[in-house]
């Protein structure tokens, strides 16, 4: 069965730093985007990254740019998201998210749907 099981979460003061980690299973990992998408408490979803089925492209909310680095190994499946000077608005869950690529001869182009996701992990930044 697909699984995508985060962990890493958990309280930190404003200014620390966190590392998440999404390990994925069940699905061919390296034919999908992954994303971090969080939602805070009585908001909407936000993807604060994204990398491309083979690490070679990224994308940052300009509210995490600077401050967060996602990268991925095809070899363990896995997608991690280091948080630095962390900030009380980046308290959230943080869901990873799987996205399928299609393929055009040789090509791929990317999806704007979340075909996976995680249950999530807890990000408190708090004094």
């Given at each position: 069965?697909?699984q995508?099981?985060?962990?890493?979460?958990?309280?930190?003061?404003?200014?620390g730093?966190?590392r998440?980690s999404?390990?994925?299973?069940?699905f061919?990992?390296?034919?999908?985007?992954?994303?971090w998408?969080?939602?805070?408490?009585?908001?909407?979803?936000?993807?604060v990254?994204r990398?491309?089925?083979?690490?070679?492209?990224?994308?940052?909310?300009?509210?995490?740019?600077?401050?967060?680095?996602?990268?991925?190994?095809?070899?363990?499946?896995?997608?991690?998201?280091e948080?630095?000077?962390?900030k009380?608005?980046?308290?959230?869950l943080?869901?990873?998210?799987?996205s399928?690529r299609?393929?055009s001869?040789?090509?791929?182009?990317?999806t704007?749907e979340?075909?996976?996701w995680?249950?999530?992990?807890q990000?408190?930044?708090s004094?």
């Amino acid at each position: 069965e697909v699984q995508l099981v985060e962990s890493g979460g958990g309280l930190v003061q404003p200014g620390g730093s966190l590392r998440l980690s999404c390990a994925a299973s069940g699905f061919t990992f390296d034919t999908y985007d992954m994303s971090w998408v969080r939602q805070a408490p009585g908001k909407g979803l936000e993807c604060v990254s994204r990398i491309n089925s083979i690490g070679a492209g990224t994308y940052y909310a300009d509210s995490v740019k600077g401050r967060f680095t996602i990268s991925r190994d095809g070899a363990k499946n896995t997608v991690d998201l280091e948080m630095i000077s962390l900030k009380p608005e980046d308290t959230a869950l943080y869901y990873c998210a799987a996205s399928k690529r299609i393929r055009s001869g040789i090509y791929t182009y990317p999806t704007w749907e979340y075909n996976y996701w995680g249950q999530g992990t807890q990000v408190t930044v708090s004094s």
